[in-house]
Nanobody, 117 residues
Framework: QVPLVVSGGGLVQPGGSLRLSCVASRIIFSIYAAGWYRQAPGKQRELVAD???????NYADSVKGRFTISKDNAKNTLYLQMNILKPEDTAVYYC???????????WGQGTQVTVST
């Protein structure tokens, strides 16, 4: 288990942008795949974007073309750039390491993203 600290959420109007950050306490993203998940009220947690240790990315259809996942291995940091935000993007966002196609660690505190007028 490696603590992952998520930040960057907030309240934004539809069409706006936010960038989330996920900082690990030690080298992890250069070794394992990682992803951004979100959980909206009353819904199951879902994977919205993932990135392999080599940098290949995948996106859920609902965010494709609007969100970009990236990482800085030297800073042990994972990012999620979210553009053209929609009310349906409102959720608590989490990051996690992915091993064997599944989240590897216990869930951290997440960060709330609210898209509303």
């Amino acid at each position: 288990q490696v603590p992952l600290v998520v930040s960057g959420g907030g309240l934004v109007q539809p069409g706006g942008s936010l960038r989330l950050s996920c900082v690990a306490s030690r080298i992890i993203f250069s070794i394992y795949a990682a992803g951004w998940y979100r959980q909206a009220p009353g819904k199951q947690r879902e994977l919205v974007a993932d990135i392999t240790s080599g940098g290949s990315t995948n996106y859920a259809d609902s965010v494709k073309g609007r969100f970009t996942i990236s990482k800085d291995n030297a800073k042990n940091t994972l990012y999620l750039q979210m553009n053209i935000l929609k009310p349906e993007d409102t959720a608590v966002y989490y990051c996690n390491v992915i091993v064997g196609g599944r989240p590897a660690f216990s869930w951290g505190q997440g960060t709330q993203v609210t898209v509303s007028t």
